[in-house]
């Protein structure tokens, strides 16, 4: 177990300094001057050149690499062109709303989805079968900033019209300002972000759960004479936990990198809503730090991933 | 004698996409208590249905009729009633043991939850009673394996854990839905012994379903034979394999290969099993029945009733005429034999095969063939067999040139495998063929037949379209298919015209040597008896070598010249089929053929005497169609 997450995790690192040349190297290739960017149109060009100077755009591309990576090394992501804070302060600061988001998120999902899903399973074709097939047609096709917005209109502005406010617009309270706070400024993205995933996952539970539930195995459960609720949740249920969680490691790592519609949309300052004015105003240290943070994620979440398949099936865990 | 189980007129509709299946019809039986019952049937016959249906494993069917155990109707129970039934009063075995236990439970929990699930009694307690279970089937060390899960058991001693688990809670009626159908031949006689031991200590009563006759010839005390959902004879043992009634039951014991001298050409019952889409207005067997008389096509069948207490759906009054077998003295075999002498069709020379597993740093070596030497001659056929994991199927892929040697020489038509160059490799590759185990697996769905058969063409003679489709056609005919079915999809194939299929691809180049694996033993047992028959007129019309793969030695001994015994990676017996069988040399042969070759039932020439016959009850969705 060790030495398979050992290999893994020395996998990722050789992903992420891949990840890192390839941002690097992009930049190096696309259009747009960061120092045009910083200095304003009318800059000089010899202003332009003693920015370019200050930032070290004057190297060569593989100096300018090998220093990025040298600094990285010591813990150093580099500072932003404009604020001159570090990246990593930066991404810290960003990191506790948009992780909010995406746990809190991640609960609503699956506890919709699942349930959705498995009342699908047990009565293929059923009216309930429907209705949660409707669900995830509904969910799957909705882009998730018009149900932000949709959101925004019936539990904000038509309470704020008769004066009454439920939920606030957006923004972010920290978890500091007490749990209440913390959760009011989210039920709303929570929800957002959930209907969308919700529906997948109600279509992978049901999919995976139809499949179990047609094993050998269930026959034999029931043959016991186990109540049916037992079948499903203890036998069934059990075996479909593998995709579940494969899915669910790729889904939150991918977010945990920035939720950006939904940060976006109810105006949560996360790492989604950082690279977006970052990119915006390539502010290239920050964009590369968003982009090794969500890489970071995804090589932790496929290991992680990989522990819980041995936890859950004794046939990797025992081979 | 009590019946502890009585079944009246039982019928199983199934709502599927295509229409109601019609699984079983009107079916009565009863089983009296403290006996081994038997319900034999082909695929599709509706026996395990049946019993699913009665057990309420099948909530989305229409059941109707009744089912009475314990003095209740089950049909009529609610389905918790029927829940704690299950388990606790109907213990329950199925065929498949790698698939019936749960892999992520100990096999310890999955049989203390039953427990838990009708008795309230403590873990503690629990786990001692399922400790002294497995005990009790044969798992020893039961202490420590309580704790272990299903894939670190072996077939056989998991589907004695089944058992274990059918038994916990001493329940008075145990049905085993084919318990050693995936077993391999050894391991299914010890399951029967089990079973059968476990029967008598217990007082317990069970229901047998199976596809195997020869397997209740010797253990059960009744026998009813299902066909397309209808009961087409029920009666004691001695009647059913002695002296049967109905024309399906005697086909059936004709199409089993143990029931002949070798060589000899099967009766195989023609034709297959009618769609369930629509219920029988008549005798359900009436198409593939050579006895059919001019009352078969008018009305359906009435209930013979015999003085033996057996009973036939048919409209022949005594034993089924095709059960007086021809007296069979010539066999076929010795004049089939093409064998040119020493004239070596494939051969190998001390070949060992070693595959590395686990991971880096670790690694193990697992010898999987160690030290095989073998000799093909051509137009013979070679049996080969042994049980799961012997090296059978690697030592043929080996053969056929789709795995390479660790050590060793193979030859095939003359080239020597280690030293064949592309091109000559190419030319090997028309010289071996292969007939696969699985018809269904083995053909890709979205091709249709004509070009699956013509592929040989494509690829190693270029012929033209026109050309290419005559010489598959007459294939088609040459197997037994019907040339116009060249545009066909397999799915619109069954099981024994697919094996035809593959058979078909496998002769269009004339191959060398044809290596077939497993080629019947996914097949029912009539189907069975038309392949092998198939098999051997090809090779006596085309001098085909064969090497023939199986597990099951009553189809080997019919069709084989010769007999090579595997075990453990290595050849430990060939020798002359009729050797094999008369003397075998080896310790390991002789127990392979005890486990595996049930004794033929003695017949009787004892004529049944007929004492009632129930003329059947106007069926009221189906008799109109056929006025």
């Known amino acids: ?319 | 004698m009590t019946s502890v189980l009585e079944v009246e007129q039982l019928s199983v509709r199934i709502p599927t996409e295509d229409g109601n299946v019609h699984a079983v019809q009107e079916v009565s039986f009863s089983v009296e208590a403290g006996t081994i019952f038997g319900i034999v049937g082909e695929s599709g016959s509706g026996k395990s249905v049946l019993t699913q249906a009665i057990s309420g494993l099948m909530p989305f069917a229409e059941i109707t009729g009744s089912a009475r155990f314990d003095g209740v109707d089950l049909l009529t129970m609610r389905p918790e009633e029927l829940q704690s039934m299950r388990g606790r009063r109907i213990g329950m075995i199925f065929q498949d043991p790698l698939s019936s236990l749960h892999p992520y439970y100990t096999i310890g929990s999955q049989i203390t939850e039953l427990i838990h699930a009708h008795e309230r009694v403590s873990p503690a307690a629990a786990k001692a009673r399922t400790i002294e279970l497995l005990a009790k089937v044969g798992i020893s060390d039961a202490g420590t394996r309580f704790s272990s899960y299903p894939h670190q058991f072996s077939g056989g001693m998991r589907q004695r854990v089944m058992i274990a688990m059918a038994l916990a809670l001493n329940p008075p009626l145990i049905i085993a839905d084919e318990p050693t159908t995936a077993l391999d031949v050894t391991v299914q006689a010890q399951i029967i012994e089990l079973l059968q031991e476990v029967q008598q200590e217990s007082g317990a009563t069970i229901v047998m379903i199976t596809h195997d006759l020869g397997l209740l010839s010797t253990i059960a005390s009744d026998v009813m034979v299902m066909y397309a959902g209808n009961r087409m004879e029920i009666g004691a043992r001695a009647e059913i394999f002695g002296r049967p009634a109905h024309p399906y039951t005697a086909g059936l014991l004709l199409s089993s290969p143990a029931n002949y001298t070798p060589g000899e050409e099967l009766v195989p019952i023609p034709g297959r099993p009618p769609s369930l889409l629509q219920p029988a207005a008549l005798c359900p067997f009436l198409e593939r029945c050579e006895s059919a008389v001019d009352d078969c096509r008018r009305l359906p069948p009435p209930v013979r009733v015999y003085a033996d207490g057996g009973r036939s759906a048919c409209w022949l009054e005594h034993k089924a005429p095709a059960t007086e077998r021809r007296p069979a003295t010539v066999a076929a075999r010795k004049i089939s034999r093409h064998r040119a002498a020493n004239v070596l069709a494939a051969s190998v020379q001390d070949v060992r095969l070693t595959y590395r597993t686990g991971p880096l740093g670790r690694r193990k070596s697992v010898p999987v063939l160690k030290g095989i030497d073998l000799e093909i001659h051509r137009g013979e056929t070679l049996g080969l067999v042994g049980e799961s994991g012997c090296g059978k199927t690697t030592l043929a892929r080996v053969i056929a040139g789709l795995a390479p040697v660790t050590e060793g020489v193979v030859t095939v038509a003359g080239a020597d495998l280690q030293y064949i160059n592309r091109a000559a490799w190419r030319r090997m590759r028309r010289e071996v063929q292969l007939v696969f185990q699985d018809p269904f697996g083995s053909l890709n769905p979205r091709r249709r037949v004509g070009s699956i058969i013509g592929d040989p063409y494509r690829i190693h003679e270029r012929l033209s379209g026109a050309q290419r489709r005559s010489r598959v056609q007459s294939l088609m005919e040459l197997v037994g298919l019907n040339p116009e079915h060249y545009n066909r999809f397999p799915s619109e194939f069954s099981g024994g015209q697919r094996q035809r299929i593959g058979i078909a691809r496998a002769l269009a180049l004339q191959p060398e040597l044809i290596i077939c694996d497993e080629p019947v033993s996914a097949l029912d047992v009539s189907i069975q008896a038309q392949i092998l028959n198939l098999l051997k007129s090809l090779q006596q019309e085309f001098g085909l070598t064969y090497l023939f793969i199986s597990h099951d030695l009553a189809v080997v001994r019919h069709i084989c010249d010769r007999i090579a015994v595997m075990d453990g990676g290595m050849i430990i017996e060939l020798a002359d089929a009729d050797s094999i069988y008369d003397a075998p040399q080896q310790e390991f042969t002789r127990t392979l053929l005890s486990a595996s070759m049930s004794r033929p039932y003695p017949i009787s020439g004892q004529p049944r005497t007929l004492v009632e016959s129930l003329s059947a009850p106007a069926r009221p969705d189906g008799v109109q169609e056929v006025a």
């Open chain 1, 1 to 319: 177990m060790i030495r398979l997450v050992v290999t893994r995790l020395v996998f990722g690192a050789v992903v992420l300094i891949a990840l890192s040349i390839f941002v690097f190297g992009l930049f190096f290739i696309a259009p747009g001057d960061p120092a045009r960017a910083l200095g304003g149109d009318e800059a000089s060009a010899q202003l332009l050149a003693q920015i370019r100077h200050s930032l070290g755009l004057d190297d060569p591309i593989y100096v300018q690499y090998l220093r990025f990576i040298d600094n990285a090394l010591h813990g150093n992501l580099g500072f932003s062109y404009h604020s001159q804070e570090s990246v990593l302060t930066l991404i810290g600061e960003r990191i506790p709303a948009t992780a909010s988001l995406v746990l809190g998120g991640v609960v609503v999902w699956l506890l919709i989805g699942i349930p959705v899903g498995v009342a699908s399973a047990r009565s293929p074709g059923s009216a309930r079968d429907r209705l949660g097939q409707g669900f995830t047609l509904v969910g799957l096709s909705f882009p998730s900033f018009v149900l932000g917005m949709l959101m925004l209109f019936v539990l904000y502005f038509l309470p704020r019209q008769a004066n009454f406010t439920l939920f606030p617009a957006g923004g972010y309270a920290p978890l500091s300002e007490g749990i209440g706070q913390w959760a009011r400024h989210l039920v709303l993205p929570w929800f957002t972000l959930a209907l969308v995933n919700a529906a997948i996952y109600a279509r992978l539970t049901r999919g995976q759960l139809l499949d179990v539930l047609g094993e050998d195995y269930i026959r034999t459960a029931r043959a016991k004479g186990i109540s049916e609720r037992r079948v499903v949740y203890k036998h069934g249920l059990r075996s479909t936990l593998t995709a579940i969680i494969t899915q669910l490691g790729s889904d939150v790592a991918m977010l945990l990198g920035g939720a950006i519609i939904t940060e976006q949309v109810f105006n949560l300052q996360g790492v989604g809503a950082l690279a977006i004015t970052a990119v915006t105003a390539q502010d290239r240290p920050v964009i590369i730090g968003v982009v090794l943070l969500g890489g970071t994620f995804v090589v932790v979440a496929n290991v992680i991933v990989d522990i819980l398949y041995g936890l859950l099936d004794p046939r990797i865990r025992l081979a």
